[in-house]
């Protein structure tokens, strides 16, 4: 039985193989890249939800994890994301001063903010990785994130895999 990828245990939900993270999606070249989106339960998660319901058409290159709070996503989380084949990942989560953990989102602020730098010490594009915040009801909001997103992605080159 293939390990979980570290990406999917930070939901503390049923763990995806990293070979289906990376490999899922269709054909074509943008369609190809892969960006993972880490979803808070309480808003960004209910926010895509609306989005879903309301079908509103989103990239195909998003692949949502849904955790409790932002504030669970590490410095680790993102980094394992990036080197099991995502070009890019993003944080989704509560607005600024309205976490319903109280304080996640200062903290996955932060640890993004530290990984941007650490990407950037390394020579990787630090818009790699974003986050994003935004209140259940906020679906206009998790669209513009998740195109914009997709959009910064699809204007930088691959990263280079071994």
């Given amino acids: 039985m293939p390990s979980a990828s570290p990406v999917a245990e930070a939901s503390g939900e049923a763990a995806v193989p990293a070979a289906q993270v990376a490999s899922a999606g269709p054909v074509a070249e943008d ?30 290159t998003v692949r949502s994890v849904l955790v409790p709070c932002t504030g669970r996503v590490g410095p680790l989380h993102v980094l394992a994301a990036l080197a099991e084949g995502a070009d890019g990942v993003f944080v989704a989560g509560c607005l600024e001063g309205q976490c ?9 602020l932060d640890r993004i903010a530290f990984v941007q730098r650490l990407l950037e010490s390394v020579g990787v ?38």
């Avoid at 890249?33 to 998660?45: D, L, S, V």
């Avoid at 926010?47 to 990239?59: C, E, K, V, W």
């Avoid at 630090?126 to 259940?136: C, L, Y």
């Fill in 31 to 60: 369609a190809a890249r892969t960006i993972i989106g880490f979803f808070c339960r309480e808003c960004a998660y209910a926010a895509a939800d609306a989005t879903g319901n309301s079908r509103i058409p989103l990239p195909a």
């Fill in 100 to 108: 319903h953990h109280r304080e996640g989102n200062l903290s996955a």
């Fill in 125 to 162: 594009e630090p818009e790699r990785v974003q986050m994003f915040t935004m209140s259940a009801a906020d679906s206009p909001r998790f669209v513009a994130a998740t195109r914009a997103m997709h959009a910064t992605i699809s204007g930088l080159p691959r990263l280079p895999r071994r």
